[in-house]
């Protein structure tokens, strides 16, 4: 592996979800496979997760992570070509990349979209401003449209949960999946639910449904293969797995048409469901996107869900360093 950006940097979806799962029985397998080099991990936004996973992801490999969080402490980055750089900013991407790639072995790179202007955020011009200028691989930490490294762990942890409760007739038929909007007090990227989206249908492996409120549908480009509706309760209806996530509006980019409490998922909504286990990346805004008593119940695994980033990382960071 080259890069990691999307799914489609991915040869064998399964084999890559057996290699994170391998890790996670044993940590360091490959304790010496990263010995001497360096990672950096480049932070436009906050992160507790990514970061951190990350960081232990490295180390399990046995590298040395070095953090810069470029919004807080670096120069004020200009990615437009030809830009006359006498407002705000002060260093151009295609000065620094180059000097970030003779620092470390491999970068990574966490932004978020502006919400402000579709093709500005869908064109990707930081991703792909390091993927051109960096010289080394770059490993995508969450980008103005995709999670690649969330999804991976989503993917990871249905398989693992799917294939671990007894109680479900598993081998015989495939999960159902639900990707479900929920509320939010602000308007958030599309990055997760298009990920998760695109993995799931290239996984292939699931029955997957999406459901969110009129004028909330994300791009066909992720979606296609989907079964979707502005039904809630008729998607969750005998759901395995159930993804909770907000997302802002598409067409009318970066809006917020409905903050309905009606979508939050709630005790009674599971009832609809095949005794569903429930997801979410985290951070979550209790009893806004997601109840007190889904997340504190057995059915909710987001905290098996965000220690397993650790594996998705380090099986990333492994197949690059092998490649
Ligand atoms: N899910 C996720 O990306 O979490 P952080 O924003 O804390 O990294």
């Known amino acids: 592996m080259k890069n990691f950006i999307s799914v489609n940097d991915v040869d064998d979806m399964n084999a890559l979800v057996a290699k994170a799962l391998a890790y996670k ?12 080099k360096r ?3 480049l932070f436009l936004n906050p992160s507790l997760r990514t970061r951190l996973s990350t960081q232990v992801a490295a180390k399990n490999l046995g590298m040395e992570a070095i953090v810069f969080n470029v919004d807080k402490e670096g120069w004020a980055l200009e990615f437009e070509e ?13 000065d620094a990349a180059p000097i970030l790639g003779q620092y470390f072995d ?17 064109s990707e011009l930081v991703m792909n401003s390091f993927l051109q200028f ?3 691989p770059i490993i995508s930490l969450e980008s103005a449209t995709l999670h690649p490294l969330q999804s991976l762990t989503d993917i990871l942890t249905i398989k693992e949960s799917w294939h671990s409760n007894s109680l479900w007739d598993e081998g015989t038929r495939k999960p159902k999946i639900v990707l479900t909007w929920a509320p939010h007090v602000k308007p958030l990227p599309q990055c997760v639910a298009n990920s998760f989206a695109q993995w799931v249908n290239a996984w292939g492996e699931a029955d997957f449904v999406i459901t969110h409120p009129a004028d909330y549908e994300l ?18 209806k005998d759901a395995d797995f159930v993804y909770v996530k907000n997302w802002s509006t598409y067409n009318d980019y970066g809006k917020i048409y409905s903050n309905d409490p009606a979508w939050m998922l709630t ?3 599971l009832q609809l469901t095949n005794n569903a286990k429930v997801m979410h990346c985290l951070p979550v805004r209790r009893n806004v996107e997601l109840s007190d ?9 987001v905290t098996k869900q965000a220690g397993n980033r650790v594996w998705a990382a380090q099986a990333i960071i492994s197949e690059i360093l092998k490649g």
Do not use: W
């Open 267 to 269: 005790e009674e909504k």
């Open 219 to 236: 791009s066909e480009a992720y979606t296609k293969g989907a079964i979707i509706t502005t039904n809630q309760n008729e998607a969750l």
């Open 134 to 136: 960096a010289g080394v």
């Open 293 to 301: 008593e889904i997340l504190d119940s057995e059915n909710s695994l």
């Open 82 to 94: 030809g830009a006359i750089m006498s407002g705000n900013t002060v260093e151009h991407v295609k």
């Open 25 to 36: 029985r044993n940590p360091f397998a490959d304790r010496n496979l990263g010995a001497d």
């Open 39 to 41: 990672i950096g991990l």
């Open 106 to 122: 491999i970068l990574c790179i966490r932004t978020f979209p502006s919400l402000k202007n579709r093709e500005d955020d869908y």
